[in-house]
């Protein structure tokens, strides 16, 4: 019985041997798994303009903000108003960030200075009227006593009756009273577009 017992445990072994040779000298089918990195995320092209020390073209890693843009281009002048631009915004790639000189306002006053559509927009003075027949609704919120309503009724009023052919014309828009009109009176022309 102890042979019996010898001759399975050594014909297991045998086995067990052949197997593991056969598994070690065997090609593995397919290819090897390669480990690749994942793709490093392209820099996002920027271009700052306006009162800095360097305008430009910067690139930058993604999620860099406005301020990193700032610090690229040399700083802000003397001149930068930073009040009028958000440095917390983030970039985005084909973007541009104008920092506005003091008395210039971003005609959306809730855009980080990004994109095409940020323009300057000067505060209406004497010496820098502002057209009511050309104005958008931003730039005639600029004006003392004009919210967005009023803003919104000149835009409308102009677009139903024409261009205002004399300042005094926008006396005839509603809920503009002679109060407002002697406030914006020297802020505002009607001059060519």
Same mark, same amino acid.
């Given at each position: 019985?102890?042979?019996?017992? /010898? =001759? $399975?445990? #050594?014909?297991?072994?045998?086995? *067990?041997?052949?197997?593991? @040779?056969? !598994?070690? &000298? ?43 843009? /700032? =610090? $690229?281009? #040399?700083?802000?002048?003397?001149? *930068?108003?930073?009040?009028? @631009?958000? !440095?917390? &915004? ?47 609704? #931003? ?55």
């Amino acid at each position: 019985m102890k042979s019996l017992q /010898l =001759i $399975a445990i #050594g014909v297991l072994c045998g086995i *067990a041997a052949t197997g593991l @040779i056969l !598994l070690i &000298a065997t090609q593995p089918n397919g290819q090897p798994v390669q480990l690749i990195p994942p793709p490093t995320p392209a820099p996002l092209g920027v271009y700052v303009v306006g009162s800095v020390y360097t305008p430009g073209i910067y690139y930058f890693p993604q999620g860099s903000r406005v301020k990193d843009a /700032l =610090i $690229a281009a #040399g700083g802000t002048t003397e001149k *930068a108003n930073l009040e009028a @631009i958000n !440095l917390a &915004a983030p970039l985005t790639d084909g973007s541009r960030v104008w920092v506005p000189a003091k008395g210039e306002f971003l005609a959306d006053p809730q855009s980080p200075a990004l994109g095409n559509s940020s323009t300057p927009v000067s505060t209406p003075s004497g010496e820098n009227p502002l057209n009511i027949n050309t104005a958008t609704q #931003g730039e005639l919120e600029l004006l003392p006593g004009i919210g967005p309503t009023r803003a919104q009724q000149i835009i409308a009023f102009r677009q139903e009756h024409g261009a205002f052919n004399a300042t005094t014309d926008l006396l005839a828009v509603p809920g503009l009273y002679q109060s407002i009109f002697e406030q914006i009176e020297e802020l505002i022309t009607i001059g060519p577009e």
